[in-house]
Nanobody, 120 residues
Framework: QVQLVESGGGLVQPGGSLRLSCAAS????????MGWYRQAPGKQRELVAT???????TYADSVKGRFTISRDNAKKSVFLQMNSMKPEDTAVYSC??????????????WGKGTLVTVSS
């Protein structure tokens, strides 16, 4: 019905940059807030950043000034530009979206995630 597919993860050195992408597809009528979450090994999932349909953003304190979330409504996509990366940014990053479809309104959907490893 609805799929969210992330891409762009990989291995990066400390201080480096990565850009994550997430594209939504399916019988979508409207996408409200989109966001990125991450889960490090042995830790609970945490919010990284969110962006509303009119591009208002929020960030976790740990990524403020380093990460930037953006979206392309026409392409039903959300992006996460990650700069000045640190080893503690290592995690599986998943995107999330609050969506109306032709059969159901106001439901959260999740992607399967993409692994980001920050290591020298």
């Amino acid at each position: 019905q609805v799929q969210l597919v992330e891409s762009g993860g990989g291995l990066v050195q400390p201080g480096g940059s990565l850009r994550l992408s997430c594209a939504a597809s399916g019988s979508i009528l409207r996408i409200y807030t989109m966001g990125w979450y991450r889960q490090a090994p042995g830790k609970q999932r945490e919010l990284v950043a969110t962006i509303t349909s009119d591009s208002r953003t929020t960030y976790a304190d740990s990524v403020k000034g380093r990460f930037t979330i953006s979206r392309d409504n026409a392409k039903k996509s959300v992006f996460l530009q990650m700069n000045s990366m640190k080893p503690e940014d290592t995690a599986v990053y998943s995107c999330n979206a609050y969506i109306d479809t032709i059969v159901e309104a106001h439901k959260y959907y999740w992607g399967k995630g993409t692994l980001v490893t920050v290591s020298s």
